[in-house]
């Protein structure tokens, strides 16, 4: 395979999977998910203790992260080869 063909190829599924719009949904939940995790579980849960809060945010954002890497490992695995047969039979 010429390696036009696989640059082509690797554009094809990033633009399928929308890998751009994960990127920038998970940048903005890692900033967004622990700051609003710290200031509603110090209002609300830790009754304004600042140490509670902070591990809560810590684990939310730790959360978020695992769940990216997550959904980057299923995104790069290959269909599995029924699901292609299953496709062609379709069409």
Known sequence: MSEQAKA?????????GGVLLKLIA???SLGI?????????EKYVWNGNSNYAAITAVLAA?????VY???SI???????????TDR????
Request: glycine share 0%; aromatic share 6%.
């Open 33 to 41: 998910v622990p700051i609003s995790s710290y200031f509603l579980s």
């Open 74 to 84: 299923l995104e790069d695995r290959p269909p599995s080869p029924s699901a292609s």
């Open 8 to 16: 082509s190829n690797i554009t094809e599924q990033t633009a399928k």
């Open 26 to 28: 998970f940048s903005l």
């Open 88 to 91: 062609k039979k379709n069409e």
């Open 69 to 71: 890497i997550i959904v």
């Open 62 to 66: 730790n959360v978020v992260l695992v």
